[in-house]
C-alpha cells in the first residue's frame, strides 16, 4: 500500500494565531480542541498542522500552496486576503487577465493565489 498525507506541517512561532489566519482562508475554524498558547494547532477540515518552533522563518519556502478561488475572482480573493492579514510580496498578474500574485501569511510563509476556474475557462 502507498503513503498518504496526514498533514502538512508550517512551523511557526504561534500555532493558534497562525492557525486562525488560515482558518478564515479556508473558511473553517481552528479544532476546538486546541488553544492559544498549545504548541501544536490544527484545522476542522484541512491536512494543515501548524507547530511551534523556537527559531523564526529566514528564507524562501521549498514548499507552498496555491491557492484556486471559488466563488470570487482571483484579485477579489487577494483583496480579501490582503485584508485579513496576508501582504503582497510579488505581483505576477498580467494585463490580459493570466498569471497569480503571491503573499506571505502574518508569519511570511509565502503561498499563491491563482485565477479561478472560472476565469480560466474561454470566453
Known sequence: MTSLIHHVTVDCADPYKLASFWAQ????????????????????????????????????????????????????????????????????RKSDGTGWAVLTDPEGNEFCVERSRGEREPS
Not at 492559544?36 to 521549498?62: A, H
Not at 507552498?64 to 501582504?87: C, F, K, N, S
Open 25 to 92: 482562508v479556508f473558511d473553517t475554524t481552528v479544532h476546538p480542541e486546541d488553544q492559544p498558547g498549545d504548541g501544536e494547532v490544527g484545522l476542522i477540515g484541512s491536512q494543515l498542522l501548524f507547530i511551534q518552533v523556537p527559531e523564526s522563518k529566514s528564507v524562501k519556502n521549498r514548499v507552498h500552496i496555491d491557492l484556486q478561488p471559488q466563488d470570487r475572482t482571483r484579485d477579489e480573493e487577494v483583496e480579501r486576503l490582503l485584508a485579513i492579514g496576508a501582504a503582497l510580496v510579488a505581483d505576477f
